[in-house]
């Protein structure tokens, strides 16, 4: 345990309250005292805050069902999601299982080596037809949780956002945090490589270019008193607004959410 | 391994064979030993020395144009998802290269760079760049960076001997 700095450690790990300086000559009490009580105070509001969503979340969802933490999370959450979401669906899984046939097309357009991209095609379309042939949840959950499909299935989905971003760089040229990369750098550092985390670009690129409308629940203490809701709807009328797929978001880390 | 992976790698081997100018391929996991693979259950960890390919690449500026290098590129398991690891078997004193042969590739970067659509061909390429056009901000080996930029001809000159001593035939 860090005994120096005591004084300046405002972070909330639970430690840092406890790294008082005892052996130090100039020892402020008064000051450490103070710091101490901030924490306590910090603690109280996560506190309320965690039972606060909790408590929220249940008048609305009835399951939560956890997914992989290894960067990959929102995209492997919404093949899980969307797939189980159209388990017997068959017009929606042939409008998708197009879509995917397709992309393949626009990726060469965009420059994509025909064979780097359709090895990934192929595996996808192998599980869109496993669902189609008999899928049921204990199926689906085999085939997420079997590398070889999962994996294959969550590069699809990022080649599926990224496609969408190259072809309207224009528009999301201006979300960019660094304003000098450009979308197609962009794509290539945040996008494309396994394991980078997504945020709402991501999720508004994915949303429309499988034309599937999304919800996320942001537990990220952004919003007190009041669940923080943001929609992604695949389309501009927003009246309509009924989302296939509900995240729950945690700093860095998105879960499926279920309603009642 | 996946029927997706094997496929993969095939066409990997093919476009390889495709670029005689700049790679001489030696050693390609063949078709026939992929499905001996198959057979066995997945997790087998004698299954990635399988996986490897060995090939010849020839550089374009000098000294190391004189002559060409035997590199491995290892695929991983978990290929297009992972990277796969080059090395060079052929001994060669450059900056980007160090005593064991390891050489560190941008593209190879698995948290910034490495995409599952990038083409080994690729990977050969931007080998064959840094050899030719050293990087000296990202040496692997600091004594011959420093004797690179301080000392230009006795680089070449240990460069060459290291040519001449080591190095593979172009054809």
Redesign the interface.
Known sequence: MSTSNSETNTNNHPDAANSFNYSGKDVDLDGQTHVQQKHIEQEVVNFCYVCFVCKELMKKYKYIRKTRGDGNCFYRAFGFGYLEQNLKNELELDRFRKLVADLKDKLVQLGYQEFTVEDVRDVVLETIDKICQGGDIPNLMKIFCTQEYSDYFVAYLRLFTSAYLQMNAEFFQSFLDEPSKTIKEFCCTEVEPMARESDNIHIIALAKAVQVSLRVIYMDHSETSQLTIHDFAHTDNEQMFHPTITFLYRPGHYDLLYEN | M?G??M??IM??VK?LRDIPQTFILEKAPDEDSSKVTNTRTASSSADSTSNIIIGRILPKSAPYSQGSYQVEIKIPA?F???PPEVKFLTQIYHPNVDKEGKICVDLLN??????????IVDIVNAVIKIIDDPKIDHALNAEIAQQYQNNRAQFIKTATEFVNKYALPRT
């Open positions: 996946s997706g992976q496929k993969r066409i990997e476009k978990d297009p998802f992972k698995t948290a910034e760079a490495w995409k599952p659509t990038t083409p």
